[in-house]
């Protein structure tokens, strides 16, 4: 037989080749719009789906292992989210199921064997097609396109943007990542008008969210509606009839989102970053993890420590499935009536589930009534308030240093009640605490081998309740102060107490002399000094049509927050046109004055002021991105909005202004309201979902500018540079500078104006705190909780650094 010749070599396989590729069903031909009479899918099929017509959103078969769901998934997530599954709970195997759209009209889900598993029940209808909108909501329409089904009417465990949940809707959570099957979390509208989430398990149901000691008006919300309806837009905006209102930390149209009730029994709100796949929380219903019931079962206790949830087992309990703390603890004795001693828990309660209540009662006759019945288990006692608890069970077991009072579990008189026991404990993550963090990791409850002793637990609860009484007493004595003694004393506590308010206009039109005292203007607004008539110096804001709507309406949030490196908001007027913010007044104006010598203010910053300004500053983003009741991004952060007290002390001012404003909405202004050129994040111009960390890269600017004593504006030697181009190119010589070990280049950084009176270590860790802040990749920027760390770390650097070089 004669050998190929090279050309039949090369002709062959170019053949095969170009033969495979006419025939083998290209995901892109074979993806259809639409469905019609008589048409079906496949689960053998990869390419057999249905697209959204923007090709956001996909349907077909979600295949976990051997089995398949019929589900809806974002195109673009890297990990396939899933927002929705026809048959929840009843996964069909993941060959030879079919979904098919019969003739007669009707949508069915059929397994291998031919069992309907699922369908639409639009049989003898006139149903004529099944589409998948740009929405996400898969529907079967008539030809006049009116919908007899749609998917938005049985969520599973998300709701997407413009989908309602209502009175006879329930989302449910699912049993964990990646599973085909529903969890024990629900969200729902209860019988009183209210939208809850609820622990539905085994052996217990317990609502959990709003916080059920509240009544529903302290949690903000009301019982006088009857529509039972609520609704995420597409802006990131949630309203709900009860009074329920939040925002996603990234409110801007275009952005694809997911409301979630994830299996640890959050709710989260998340935005897609579509050119990576990645998801990030924007807001989440219960920062606090250890408040959602069930994370630990029957008898088991959950600590929040380090950002980590900890499942932990009482002594002389263990766990009742080493690998599921969902099913809890179980006592190592065996419970009986004549079991009269008690193991003490300070600072641990169980809740729900008491068999008496009883007050001013003393700790053994709260112990007697525990001991006299079979069914008690246990008692929760305030040793203040003298109120005792009895408890049939133990569930939904929260240590931690503000929990009141003492739990004592009921144990055998023969066991030593002393804590010398290593609990078994677990780690999942404790929340999405950075506003870039992913959804929850594939296993919440893997076990973990570290081991903590009782005793330890017990220091860490009395230590913190030993200054929980400190600030009690210190409160309690400054109260007694203010109403027996008016010294100087009363002033300062009269000021702490003080509320915020609403101020009619012509309060604050006198309180400015008719706003003659202009001390400032920006992109939000005009400010003057004023004097109120509690002699209180405050400064005024006039913030004109850079916010949306009524201003009372959009206050909730920026009232509550307080921390010393923010200016203190006093209130605000909103009456017509008139939209102004009360805050206090700041001495020593802004940071730019002090730092750039402009509008004749010579500089006078010493670098111990500027280190010291750099972490204060660092300290207040970290509250508003980490530690605030919701996650609030500043969004310009600039010399112009820090200002210093007396003690040039940092205060961020205009912070929450971008919540505020029209965001996306038509006339908004980017530029004027959210950033400053030369400050703004790359991402802005990207078009990518704004996060915490266009804060981050804000502050690295400001921090190279503290350095240098200049703008960086004026670091451009082309006029004709971008600012932004100038940055790149310093920020690469410092890298360099960096990786060389040679310290001498640092003085070339500085500022001249302080003639080498500065800290070589503190300046050099500034420079990199630079580098990493100004990251193009977002991700790659450190988050402001680290960089508070990092600077703190060099806070107490010897003097003997500070040299004169």
Request: contains cysteine; proline residues 4%; glycine residues 8%.
């Given at each position: 037989m004669k050998n190929p010749s090279p050309l039949t070599n090369i002709l062959i396989p170019l053949f095969l080749l170009l033969l495979l590729f006419l025939l083998a069903p290209s995901a892109s031909r074979a993806a259809r719009s639409s469905l019609s009479r008589g048409s079906s899918l496949s689960v053998e099929k990869y390419s057999d789906i249905l697209v959204s017509p923007s090709r956001s959103f996909t349907c077909g078969f979600y295949n976990v292992g051997t089995n398949a769901s019929f589900s809806i998934w974002f195109s673009n997530s890297a990990n396939k989210t899933v927002a929705w599954t026809a048959n929840w709970d009843r996964p069909v195997n993941g060959h030879g199921s079919k979904i098919s759209f019969w003739k007669d009209g009707g949508m069915v889900l059929a397994d291998a064997?031919?069992?309907?598993?699922?369908?639409?029940n639009t049989s003898s209808t006139l149903a004529d097609r099944v589409l998948l909108l740009d929405t996400g909501n898969l529907v079967v329409q008539d030809p006049s396109g009116k919908i007899l089904w749609q998917s938005f009417d049985s969520p599973t465990d998300t709701l997407l943007p413009t989908q309602p949940i209502t009175k006879a809707i329930r989302v449910v959570s699912a049993a964990a990542p990646g599973t085909l099957s529903s969890g024990y979390y629900g969200l729902y509208f209860d019988n009183d008008n209210v939208l809850r989430l609820i622990y539905d398990g085994p052996e217990i149901s317990s609502i959990?969210?709003?916080?059920?000691?509240?009544?529903?008006?302290?949690?903000?919300?009301?019982?006088?509606?009857?529509?039972?309806?609520?609704?995420?837009?597409?802006?990131?905006?949630?309203?709900?009839?009860?009074k329920l209102a939040f925002n996603a930390s990234d409110v801007a149209p275009g952005i694809l989102r997911r409301l979630t009730l994830d299996y640890d029994g959050n709710l989260r709100l998340y935005s897609l970053d579509e050119s990576k796949g990645t998801w990030s929380v924007t807001w989440e219903a219960l920062p606090q993890p250890c408040l959602i019931h069930g994370l630990c079962g029957r008898n088991g206790i959950c600590m929040c420590m380090q950002s980590k949830v900890v499942c932990s087992c009482p002594p002389h309990y263990e766990m009742s499935d080493p690998s599921d703390w969902r099913k809890g603890c179980k006592p190592k004795f065996h419970m009986s009536c004549n079991t009269n001693s008690f193991l003490e828990l300070p600072r641990t309660d169980f809740w729900g589930y008491d068999l008496n209540y009883s007050e001013s009662t003393s700790l053994e006759a709260c112990k007697k009534t525990c001991e006299e019945d079979c069914s008690c288990e246990g008692i929760h006692y305030g040793s203040g308030s003298g109120e005792c608890y009895s408890k049939s069970s133990l569930f939904n077991g929260r240590a931690s240093p503000d929990t009141p009072g003492i739990t004592y579990l009921r144990i055998p008189a023969s066991i030593s009640t002393s804590a010398s026991s290593a609990p078994q404990m677990h780690e999942p993550i404790c929340n999405a605490g950075d506003s870039e963090a992913t959804a929850s990791s594939s296993n919440m409850y893997a076990n973990s081998s570290r081991k903590t002793r009782w005793v330890y637990f017990y220091w860490f609860v009395s230590a913190f309740g030993a200054i929980e009484i400190m600030f009690f007493v210190s409160g309690w004595w400054c109260m007694f102060r203010w109403e027996q003694k008016p010294t100087s004393l009363e002033e300062g506590c009269r000021e702490v107490s003080s509320q915020f308010r609403q101020f009619p206009y012509?309060?604050?039109?006198?309180?400015?002399?008719?706003f003659m005292d202009e001390i400032g203007r920006g992109g939000s607004g005009v400010v003057y000094k004023g004097v109120l008539d509690d002699k209180r110096v405050v400064a005024v804001k006039k913030l004109g049509d850079a916010i949306q709507g009524e201003l009372g309406a959009e206050m909730s949030l920026i009232r509550r927050i307080y921390h010393k490196n923010l200016v203190r908001i006093w209130g605000f007027c909103s009456e017509g046109p008139h939209n102004l913010l009360v805050t206090e007044y700041v001495a020593n104006g802004s940071l730019d004055k002090h730092i750039f010598g402009e509008h004749g203010t010579a500089c006078v910053l010493g670098w111990s002021e500027r280190f010291k300004i750099a972490v204060g500053v660092a300290q207040g983003l970290a509250y508003l991105h980490h530690e605030c009741l919701e996650w609030v991004i500043h969004c310009d952060v600039k010399p112009e909005n820090i200002l210093l007290d007396g003690e040039f002390e940092p205060k961020i001012a205009d912070f929450g202004l971008a919540k505020l404003s029209k965001r996306g909405g038509v006339g908004s202004d980017i530029s004027r309201i959210r950033g400053t050129r030369g400050y703004v994040a790359p991402e802005w111009t990207t078009n990518l979902p704004i996060t915490t960390k266009v804060d981050v890269y804000s502050y690295g600017v400001v921090l190279l500018e503290m350095v240098k004593g200049i703008r960086v504006s004026n670091l451009m030697v082309d006029e004709e540079e971008e600012v932004e181009g100038t940055l790149k190119s310093f920020v690469r010589m410092l890298k360099g500078k960096l990786e060389s070990g040679d310290e001498s280049w640092v003085e070339e950084i500085v500022d001249s104006r302080l003639n080498g009176q500065f800290n070589c270590k503190q300046a050099e860790k500034m420079l990199e705190m630079v580098v990493s802040c100004l990251e193009e990749d977002r991700n790659k920027r450190p988050t402001m909780d680290s960089v508070v760390h990092t600077l703190l770390s060099y806070h107490d650097e010897p003097s003997s650094q500070e040299v004169q070089l």
């Amino acid at each position: 037989m004669k050998n190929p010749s090279p050309l039949t070599n090369i002709l062959i396989p170019l053949f095969l080749l170009l033969l495979l590729f006419l025939l083998a069903p290209s995901a892109s031909r074979a993806a259809r719009s639409s469905l019609s009479r008589g048409s079906s899918l496949s689960v053998e099929k990869y390419s057999d789906i249905l697209v959204s017509p923007s090709r956001s959103f996909t349907c077909g078969f979600y295949n976990v292992g051997t089995n398949a769901s019929f589900s809806i998934w974002f195109s673009n997530s890297a990990n396939k989210t899933v927002a929705w599954t026809a048959n929840w709970d009843r996964p069909v195997n993941g060959h030879g199921s079919k979904i098919s759209f019969w003739k007669d009209g009707g949508m069915v889900l059929a397994d291998a064997d031919g069992t309907v598993v699922w369908s639409t029940n639009t049989s003898s209808t006139l149903a004529d097609r099944v589409l998948l909108l740009d929405t996400g909501n898969l529907v079967v329409q008539d030809p006049s396109g009116k919908i007899l089904w749609q998917s938005f009417d049985s969520p599973t465990d998300t709701l997407l943007p413009t989908q309602p949940i209502t009175k006879a809707i329930r989302v449910v959570s699912a049993a964990a990542p990646g599973t085909l099957s529903s969890g024990y979390y629900g969200l729902y509208f209860d019988n009183d008008n209210v939208l809850r989430l609820i622990y539905d398990g085994p052996e217990i149901s317990s609502i959990y969210w709003p916080k059920p000691d509240y009544s529903v008006f302290q949690s903000g919300r009301t019982t006088y509606n009857s529509s039972r309806y609520a609704v995420l837009d597409e802006m990131g905006k949630f309203v709900s009839s009860d009074k329920l209102a939040f925002n996603a930390s990234d409110v801007a149209p275009g952005i694809l989102r997911r409301l979630t009730l994830d299996y640890d029994g959050n709710l989260r709100l998340y935005s897609l970053d579509e050119s990576k796949g990645t998801w990030s929380v924007t807001w989440e219903a219960l920062p606090q993890p250890c408040l959602i019931h069930g994370l630990c079962g029957r008898n088991g206790i959950c600590m929040c420590m380090q950002s980590k949830v900890v499942c932990s087992c009482p002594p002389h309990y263990e766990m009742s499935d080493p690998s599921d703390w969902r099913k809890g603890c179980k006592p190592k004795f065996h419970m009986s009536c004549n079991t009269n001693s008690f193991l003490e828990l300070p600072r641990t309660d169980f809740w729900g589930y008491d068999l008496n209540y009883s007050e001013s009662t003393s700790l053994e006759a709260c112990k007697k009534t525990c001991e006299e019945d079979c069914s008690c288990e246990g008692i929760h006692y305030g040793s203040g308030s003298g109120e005792c608890y009895s408890k049939s069970s133990l569930f939904n077991g929260r240590a931690s240093p503000d929990t009141p009072g003492i739990t004592y579990l009921r144990i055998p008189a023969s066991i030593s009640t002393s804590a010398s026991s290593a609990p078994q404990m677990h780690e999942p993550i404790c929340n999405a605490g950075d506003s870039e963090a992913t959804a929850s990791s594939s296993n919440m409850y893997a076990n973990s081998s570290r081991k903590t002793r009782w005793v330890y637990f017990y220091w860490f609860v009395s230590a913190f309740g030993a200054i929980e009484i400190m600030f009690f007493v210190s409160g309690w004595w400054c109260m007694f102060r203010w109403e027996q003694k008016p010294t100087s004393l009363e002033e300062g506590c009269r000021e702490v107490s003080s509320q915020f308010r609403q101020f009619p206009y012509k309060e604050l039109k006198k309180a400015t002399g008719k706003f003659m005292d202009e001390i400032g203007r920006g992109g939000s607004g005009v400010v003057y000094k004023g004097v109120l008539d509690d002699k209180r110096v405050v400064a005024v804001k006039k913030l004109g049509d850079a916010i949306q709507g009524e201003l009372g309406a959009e206050m909730s949030l920026i009232r509550r927050i307080y921390h010393k490196n923010l200016v203190r908001i006093w209130g605000f007027c909103s009456e017509g046109p008139h939209n102004l913010l009360v805050t206090e007044y700041v001495a020593n104006g802004s940071l730019d004055k002090h730092i750039f010598g402009e509008h004749g203010t010579a500089c006078v910053l010493g670098w111990s002021e500027r280190f010291k300004i750099a972490v204060g500053v660092a300290q207040g983003l970290a509250y508003l991105h980490h530690e605030c009741l919701e996650w609030v991004i500043h969004c310009d952060v600039k010399p112009e909005n820090i200002l210093l007290d007396g003690e040039f002390e940092p205060k961020i001012a205009d912070f929450g202004l971008a919540k505020l404003s029209k965001r996306g909405g038509v006339g908004s202004d980017i530029s004027r309201i959210r950033g400053t050129r030369g400050y703004v994040a790359p991402e802005w111009t990207t078009n990518l979902p704004i996060t915490t960390k266009v804060d981050v890269y804000s502050y690295g600017v400001v921090l190279l500018e503290m350095v240098k004593g200049i703008r960086v504006s004026n670091l451009m030697v082309d006029e004709e540079e971008e600012v932004e181009g100038t940055l790149k190119s310093f920020v690469r010589m410092l890298k360099g500078k960096l990786e060389s070990g040679d310290e001498s280049w640092v003085e070339e950084i500085v500022d001249s104006r302080l003639n080498g009176q500065f800290n070589c270590k503190q300046a050099e860790k500034m420079l990199e705190m630079v580098v990493s802040c100004l990251e193009e990749d977002r991700n790659k920027r450190p988050t402001m909780d680290s960089v508070v760390h990092t600077l703190l770390s060099y806070h107490d650097e010897p003097s003997s650094q500070e040299v004169q070089l």
